[in-house]
C-alpha cells in the first residue's frame, strides 16, 4: 500500500471546505488546483485563501480562474527552529485533530475515496460533538 498525503481547504475555524487524498508522491503545489476545482463556485463568501510557500506557483492561476486572492506564509529567512507562523496552525490544528482518530491516524485506506470517507465522518463526529454542552 503507497502512502497518501491529505490535501485540506479549511476555513479559519478549521472546518474542512473541501479535501482531496492524493498519492503520497503528489506535491502540494500540484494538488493545488485538481482541490481547488472542487469547491469553485460553492463557496460564495471565499475571497483569500492563506497557504504555505509551495504554493506560490498557483498563485497566478487562482486569481485568473476561481477569482480568490492567495496569500502565501513564508517562513522569515533569519528564523532559526520552530516559528509559529500566522494563519499556517489553522490547518495544522485540524491535521492534529484528525490524527487523534484511530483509523486515521495511519494510512490504513487503500482506496482514496474511503479515506475521504473517513475524513469526512471524523470531521462530522468533532462538529456534533462541539454541538453538544459539556
Not at 95 to 121: H, Q, V
Amino acid at each position: 500500500m503507497a502512502g497518501r498525503k491529505r490535501h485540506l481547504l479549511v476555513d479559519t475555524l478549521g472546518l474542512i471546505g473541501a479535501l482531496l487524498v492524493s498519492p503520497g508522491d503528489v506535491q502540494d503545489r500540484d494538488a493545488a488546483k485538481p482541490l481547488l476545482e472542487k469547491v469553485k463556485g460553492t463557496l460564495p463568501r471565499l475571497v483569500v485563501i492563506w497557504a504555505d510557500g509551495a504554493s506560490t506557483a498557483v498563485v497566478a492561476w487562482v486569481q485568473a480562474t476561481c477569482g480568490w486572492l492567495m496569500q502565501t506564509i513564508l517562513r522569515p529567512l533569519d528564523a532559526k527552529g520552530w516559528v509559529l507562523l500566522p494563519k499556517r496552525w489553522i490547518v495544522e490544528r485540524t491535521f492534529a485533530w484528525l490524527g487523534r482518530y484511530r483509523r486515521l491516524s495511519k494510512d490504513y485506506e487503500a482506496n482514496p475515496s474511503s479515506s475521504e470517507a473517513w475524513i469526512f465522518i471524523a470531521m462530522i463526529h468533532r462538529m456534533a460533538r462541539k454541538m453538544v454542552p459539556a
